[in-house]
């Protein structure tokens, strides 16, 4: 989402836990727990007879983690997070360069801080439908430093003097990538047809015992 309304605006279903420019600190927590319960379970509904989404990740994150347990994120009263978010980009749209780690400091992060490695979280994503032409994932060899602005431009063309791999996924593929630390984009949108994914975060929590995932 941007604050300038002639840019093609992202859509999203459900209470995004990242910042955008019209929300710069994030969510609302009170306003993101009071509907992050109903969001998963209009999913499920949605979704059904297929097992919910947040289950089956959590069965490959599972496994593809040593067969740890894995676990949906609570806040200090048992509020669960968002289990996923759907997102839809729009023909012109896309994501410019970012990594969650410049948005440690958000509110909604507070309740888990202590407990899981933010730091270290990885974003995976399923993709719905994908456009005609561009909405690559593209991840960059340029990690997160404190202060530092490496994308300040913000493109939606890959920034090609960067060393960087693209990724064309398609519908059902499950996608992994370091979003903590790694500046990664979404190229934009060409063509007729939008890009829409279903996704979310996790990460380990700081004893390595659990596999904490959020949205």
């Known amino acids: 989402e941007y604050t300038d309304a002639p840019r ?11 910042p ?17 319960l109903s969001f998963r379970e209009r999913c499920a509904q949605a979704f059904a007879p297929v097992a919910p989404f947040d289950e089956r990740v959590g069965e490959v994150l599972a496994g593809l983690a040593g067969d740890v347990h894995v676990e949906l994120a609570l806040d200090a009263d048992g509020r669960p997070y968002g289990a996923m978010t ?48 561009g909405g690559q994932l593209v991840v960059y060899d340029e990690a997160f430093a ?8 913000r493109p939606l063309e890959v920034v090609e003097q960067v060393p960087h791999a693209e990724l ?7 996608v992994l990538v ?5 500046f990664h984009q979404v190229t934009k949108i060409l ?24 949205a």
């Open 8 to 18: 093609a605006q992202a859509r999203t279903l459900g209470i995004p836990i990242s």
């Open 20 to 36: 955008s420019s019209l929300f710069p600190r994030g969510p609302d927590p009170e306003t993101y727990f009071s509907h992050a």
């Open 86 to 133: 759907i997102r839809n980009l729009p023909v012109e749209g896309g994501l410019p360069p970012h990594c969650e780690n410049q948005y440690l400091g958000i509110e909604v992060y507070d309740p888990i801080r202590a407990d899981v490695q933010l730091e270290r979280a990885i974003g995976f994503f399923v993709p719905l439908q994908v456009p005609d032409r």
């Open 146 to 153: 404190e202060g530092a602005r490496p994308f300040a431009d």
């Open 168 to 174: 064309d996924a398609g519908p059902g593929d499950l």
């Open 178 to 182: 370091c979003a903590g630390n790694w």
């Open 191 to 214: 063509g007729e047809r939008s890009r829409w994914t279903i996704g979310g975060f996790g990460a380990f929590s700081r004893d390595d015992e659990r596999f904490v995932i959020w």
